[in-house]
């Protein structure tokens, strides 16, 4: 729900103090995305860096829910990251992959981990309408081409790119759906896959299946 002026949010001023509080509480979980995508302390401290700078630059008046958008923000630069082509170059000439590097992770840390990626995909099915949450995990989740994109939703390219700059406004500004416990859990599946493997034939599958229903 958007802030109004008879209501507003704690953030509803825009107070800057409460927004790096949220920030501060908020930076081990986002390590931890960082971290749990990229298995590399030194990366995950960069999309900590980033996200903060992308915070400051957010409307946080129509925020209600702070570190739901700051872990979609994370998760979202954690993928882009582990899915550039350097990082894939580097990957396959390593004798050691990501998940050889998360050893020192103990089960409780791993199921937070897995938490917040969870919250940050909930929040994009809540937020995002089917063919704007399409177009926007393909385009900022996984670079997908706008070309590419408009193939897949049948759309003009300038329609597709407005729809993925609605996207961004919505994100994290206001709720339309309530999302099922298994369509949570089917859509996070395919995500993952997509992240960790780079397989996105599922994800892509699942994402304009939505559009139908």
Known sequence: MVADQTARTPYGDDNLDEAVEAFVNMRPRLMAIGYRFLANRYEAEDVVQETWLRWQRTDRTVVVDPPALLATMATRLAINVSQSAWRRREACMSPTGPEAADTTEDPATRTEHLEAVEQAVLVIMESLLPRERAAFVLREAFGYPYCRISELLHLGPVNTRQLVSRAR??????RR???????????????LKAARTGDLTGLEHILTADLAA
């Open 169 to 174: 406004k919505r994100l994290g500004a206001e």
């Open 177 to 191: 759906a309530t999302v099922t416990s298994a369509a949570h859990h089917r859509f996070l599946g395919a995500f």
